[in-house]
């Protein structure tokens, strides 16, 4: 189930908060076989954080799409080199087979059409071309921390609009892609600073109560007083590449 959400009023939190988690990013460069001559396509790019990284890493040609216009704002704001446009993942302005790598990070959740989004990627990937969906399944949402241990309730909100990944499997195996893997990455760091969860810079706050958002804005507020809070964000990156 696809709920969805206005980006353009929080694109400025999403600006200052979310960072690149470097195992994705380590992911991306080890699996996606990007080289300078590359075309590399973020799907859903948001402010731009990943395709702009592979961008100054690799030396590809980059692109970024994402239907709210602030967001698209934020990132054309950015150095580097990538081209930024409007577009959504079921209808891709591109190409047959124009691009080498096609990817989104956390973003097959707000897909209404998941088959046809797929099936799109494919039509623009050159034959051995890869594409990567990288999401949560239903282990991470229920371990997200701090996420899931002082907001509880986001969790089943979250297993919601979270698509099953044997659900993306079918999808991708239906419209023709071969070699398909997940593949699991995290990182632990610890935070003494909770302003990215008063700012709201995680979507699954919007869809809680108000009450349920400040009980654990004063949970990890009353924690933090003890020791820094633990976070060890993790994602499942879905592989398939277009053999044909």
């Known amino acids: ?106 973003v097959i959740h707000h897909v209404q059409d998941r088959s046809n989004s797929f099936q799109e990627a494919r039509r623009v990937l050159r034959p051995g071309g890869k594409v990567s969906s990288v999401t949560d399944s239903k282990w991470i949402i229920r371990h997200r921390q701090p996420l899931s241990v002082y907001f509880p309730e986001t969790v089943d909100v979250e297993l919601q609009r979270y698509p099953r990944i044997a659900d993306l499997c079918s999808f991708m195996e239906q419209v023709g892609f071969q070699e398909i893997r997940e593949e699991t990455v995290e990182f632990s760091f610890t935070i003494n600073d909770i302003q990215m969860y008063r700012d709201w810079a995680f979507s699954s706050l919007h869809l809680i109560p108000e009450e349920a958002f400040q009980a654990g804005i004063n949970r990890m507020q009353a924690d933090l007083l003890l020791a820094p809070i633990q976070c060890v964000p993790r994602y499942l990156l879905l592989w398939g590449k277009r053999n044909d």
């Open 1 to 106: 189930m696809a709920i969805k959400i206005d980006y353009d009023p929080i694109a400025a939190e999403y600006a200052r908060h979310r960072q690149v988690h470097p195992g994705v990013l380590r992911a991306l460069l080890a699996e996606g076989g990007i080289q300078p001559t590359s075309r590399v396509l973020e799907v859903g790019c948001g402010t731009g954080n990943y395709i702009l990284a592979l961008q100054s890493i690799t030396g590809c040609a980059g692109w970024g799409i994402d239907p709210s216009s602030q967001m698209l704002a934020h990132a054309s704001q950015r150095q580097g080199k990538v081209v930024f446009q409007s577009g959504r993942a079921e209808k891709l302005d591109f190409e047959d087979g124009s691009c080498d790598l096609v990817f989104s990070v956390d």
